[in-house]
């Protein structure tokens, strides 16, 4: 009997099924010759530290650095504590079964590192010796799957993928577990301040960014425009230079000779210089990118897109989601026309479709050498019926990317007029003559300033034209904009690094924070322990977030490129670097870390050991027994360990509390309006704090509207 693994019962129900095996039994479903069975999620893990004889939070157990790894059950809170899941163990206990009785197994868990893990970890977990073939697939049609099943390869080949995973997993344990650790217990053990490989430099970039943006002085410049016409057409140049200084620009302005002065031509035309540009299409999406697109033009988030396209995958309209690559090979190339064809009903690019279906395709996206385990994301053969707004809008992004990647480039004809009227003025213009791929979306170079965009008149070099009006504008600088899904997707592929050029940005891929497959979960993480949160689109960092970056920010956990580099090194793994090597550098790496937050936990730290009220000593108003303790960064109570967990951050939303301010809270329960707070999007107010539940929160006028401090 053949025993196929699939990663969730779904997937599995759907194999089946291309195989017309469809008697339900209790875990998995058989027919004759095949036993189809599945995992739902990650069954097994790694060993939490007490299997290693490491118990409770303690100094001297850091570092952990277990020698060799165990692996466990997957666990499940409790009231007598944690426990082995029983739906797992039940679960185990049927693959255990038909892998004892299997002829030969097929892994079809997910293509790609994650889906390794899954199984690999389960297969040691029951001790299986028997070996396995692997299905690998980037489409969920009925033919990839037949065709994935004639082309099986020997579990073998995929060793690398497994070590790889592996190490990623055991580094983030090593990484992660002994960081919060150490910081929480320097801290004082009054919650856990969670620390990881790629969440805390993904965190530091935000608080990074935002701290930029929020003490951003911005700084008055001046420039002159003329108003211009040719031909009844109007248009605008700007000064060349621009001044710091008003005066400086009023000279400026003073000398342009406009129709108001009495001169009907005061404007001479320099030079007029005219390049045509050919825009090359995008390349097709990878998972990344998709996030970037539909969080920019619908807002969603980058786990709605992931959960989105997941739900088209397994609905056999898209081909693998999770891929990092957006390129394709010629194999798949040769498939690309039907794809095409099949769109030219689309409501939205039907017209395009057609189009594109008897024309030569572009070939930027074809590159077989950097495919990695999956190509880039496309449609597949099957139309899709009716669909909900949201799935529809996903399907879109990728069929509508599919058709801008393989159309013609986008001609266009840049324009820039230098003119002469007392000092130097620029009119720049764009004019696109043939749309080719743009014509797609309908979409314009939004990242163009509009004058750029501008249609200029034709004029000829020492032309003279009349300045209708001529104004002295007032500018400023701006900061760089704040984090929203999109912007710190981009960013996490290349840790950081501002990079525009789209194959640049492709051959850093191995150097990014996380994977494609990752940064949603993420992102996700930070939120869910209040490090971050959204704020209409934006991604702003809550004061816990900057508390923590505040401690972390010159440490080695916090350096971005770094973790970019452990990234790339986890990607030569699959390519047979040393496993050994990179496990070596990680535990030293982790030795590190943890003696710098140790001893940067302190900061925070309010008292190293409960002791008893002395006489002037403030008591705490939440359990009244122990003693506030006043420190750098916070006030909290010296009883921390009994499990009072108590504390008022100094630093509320972009305000420091002085000490009067707090001992009027904690005496009175409310303090004075304290003016100068400053919300998460930059706008300054006025508020009461309320000491209630053990929680500040603000309290506005005229009524009371409380928020809780985070």
């Known amino acids: 009997m053949k025993v196929v693994i699939a990663e969730k019962p779904s997937v599995a129900r759907d194999l089946a099924k291309v195989f017309g095996k469809t008697v339900r039994k209790d875990g998995y479903i058989e027919g004759p010759g095949y036993s189809f069975t599945w995992a739902f999620g990650h069954l097994i893990q790694l060993a939490p530290p007490e299997a290693y004889g490491f118990k409770g939070w303690r100094a001297q157990n850091l570092p952990m650095l277990p020698e060799r790894f165990k692996l466990a059950v997957r666990q499940q809170k409790t009231a007598d504590g944690m426990v082995d899941d029983p739906g797992v163990v039940k679960q185990l206990n049927v693959i255990k079964q038909l892998f004892d009785e299997a002829t030969e197994i097929i892994v079809a868990t997910d293509a790609g590192r994650e889906g390794e893990l899954i199984f690999r970890y389960i297969y040691y977990h029951l001790k299986c010796r028997k070996p396995f073939k692997r299905l690998w697939i980037s489409s969920q049609t009925d033919e990839a799957i037949k065709n994935g099943f004639r082309n099986l390869k020997p579990g073998t080949e995929y060793d690398t993928l497994f070590f790889s995973a592996q190490c990623r997993s055991e580094s983030d344990w090593i990484v992660g577990l002994n960081a919060t650790q150490a910081l929480t217990i320097a801290a004082g053990n009054r919650g856990v301040l969670s620390l990881g490989r790629v969440q805390t430099p993904t965190l530091a970039m935000i608080c990074s960014r935002y701290l930029e943006n929020k003490n951003f002085k911005p700084e008055i410049?001046?420039?002159?425009?003329?108003?211009?016409?040719?031909?009844?057409?109007?248009?605008?140049?700007?000064?060349?230079?621009?001044?710091?200084?008003?005066?400086?620009?009023?000279?400026?302005?003073?000398?342009?000779?406009?129709?108001?002065?009495?001169?009907?031509?005061?404007?001479?035309?320099?030079?007029?210089?005219?390049?045509?540009?050919?825009?090359?299409?995008?390349?097709?999406?990878?998972?990344?990118?998709?996030?970037?697109?539909?969080?920019?033009?619908?807002?969603?988030?980058?786990?709605?897109?992931?959960?989105?396209?997941?739900?088209?995958?397994?609905?056999?309209?898209?081909?693998?989601?999770?891929?990092?690559?957006?390129?394709?090979?010629?194999?798949?190339?040769?498939?690309?026309?039907?794809?095409?064809?099949?769109?030219?009903?689309?409501?939205?690019?039907?017209?395009?479709?057609?189009a594109l279906k008897t024309a030569k395709l572009n070939k930027r996206s074809v590159n077989a050498a950097k495919v990695t385990d999956h190509h880039a994301l496309l449609p597949?053969?099957?139309?899709?019926?009716?669909?909900?707004?949201?799935?529809?809008?996903?399907?879109?992004?990728?069929?509508?990317?599919?058709?801008?990647?393989?159309?013609?480039?986008?001609?266009?004809?840049?324009?820039?007029?230098?003119?002469?009227?007392?000092?130097?003025?620029?009119?720049?213009?764009?004019?696109?003559?043939?749309?080719?791929?743009?014509?797609?979306?309908?979409?314009?170079?939004?990242?163009?300033?509009?004058?750029?965009?501008?249609?200029?008149?034709?004029?000829?070099?020492?032309?003279?034209?009349?300045?209708?009006?001529?104004?002295?504008?007032?500018?400023?600088?701006?900061?760089?904009?704040?984090?929203?899904?999109?912007?710190?997707?981009?960013?996490?592929?290349?840790?950081?690094?501002?990079?525009?050029?789209?194959?640049?940005?492709?051959?850093?891929?191995?150097?990014?924070?996380?994977?494609?497959?990752?940064?949603?979960?993420?992102?996700?993480?930070l939120i869910t322990r209040d490090y971050i949160k959204r704020e209409k689109k934006l991604l702003l960092p809550t004061d816990k977030g900057l508390a923590v970056y505040e401690l972390v920010k010159d440490k080695r956990i916090a350096q971005a490129e770094l973790t970019g580099l452990w990234e790339k090194r986890l990607e030569e793994i699959r390519t047979g670097a040393s496993v050994s090597d990179f496990k070596n550098e990680i535990r030293e790496y982790t030795r590190t870390i943890t003696s710098e937050l140790l001893k940067a936990g302190k900061d925070l730290n309010l008292q190293e050991e409960d002791e008893p009220l002395q006489e002037g000593d403030v008591v705490c108003p939440h359990c009244l027994k122990g003693a506030l303790r006043f420190r750098d960064k916070a006030v909290g109570c010296s009883r921390f360990q009994s499990g009072c967990n108590f504390v008022i951050w100094r630093t509320m939303s972009g305000k420091t509390l002085t000490d009067e301010q707090i001992m009027t809270l904690v005496q009175k329960g409310k303090t004075d309006v304290i003016k100068g707070f400053k919300s998460q999007a930059g706008k300054v107010f006025d508020a009461a704090l309320l000491l209630s539940g053990g929680k500040v929160h603000y309290i506005f006028a005229p009524r009371e509207k409380e928020e809780e401090q985070h």
């Open 221 to 354: 410049y001046y420039q002159v425009a003329i108003h211009l016409t040719k031909d009844g057409m109007p248009f605008r140049a700007l000064s060349v230079k621009s001044f710091k200084d008003k005066e400086s620009a009023e000279k400026v302005l003073d000398e342009v000779k406009d129709v108001a002065s009495g001169e009907t031509a005061g404007g001479l035309v320099q030079k007029v210089e005219v390049k045509p540009r050919k825009e090359q299409p995008p390349l097709l999406h990878d998972l990344s990118s998709l996030q970037q697109e539909a969080n920019k033009r619908k807002g969603y988030t980058a786990e709605q897109t992931l959960g989105l396209a997941q739900t088209l995958y397994e609905s056999k309209l898209i081909t693998y989601p999770r891929t990092g690559s957006r390129y394709i090979g010629e194999d798949v190339l040769a498939t690309i026309p039907e794809l095409i064809g099949n769109l030219t009903s689309h409501p939205l690019f039907g017209k395009q479709a057609a």
């Open 380 to 525: 597949t053969e099957n139309i899709p019926g009716p669909l909900s707004a949201e799935l529809q809008a996903v399907y879109d992004l990728i069929a509508g990317r599919m058709l801008e990647a393989f159309h013609q480039e986008c001609k266009k004809e840049i324009t820039k007029i230098t003119i002469e009227s007392g000092a130097l003025f620029v009119a720049n213009g764009t004019v696109i003559q043939s749309p080719g791929w743009r014509s797609v979306f309908n979409q314009k170079d939004d990242e163009k300033e509009e004058e750029d965009n501008a249609t200029l008149p034709k004029v000829k070099q020492d032309e003279r034209l009349p300045v209708e009006k001529k104004e002295l504008l007032e500018k400023q600088t701006k900061p760089k904009a704040l984090y929203n899904e999109a912007s710190l997707l981009k960013a996490m592929e290349t840790s950081g690094k501002e990079i525009e050029d789209e194959e640049l940005r492709q051959a850093m891929k191995n150097s990014g924070l996380g994977t494609p497959a990752t940064r949603a979960a993420i992102i996700e993480t």
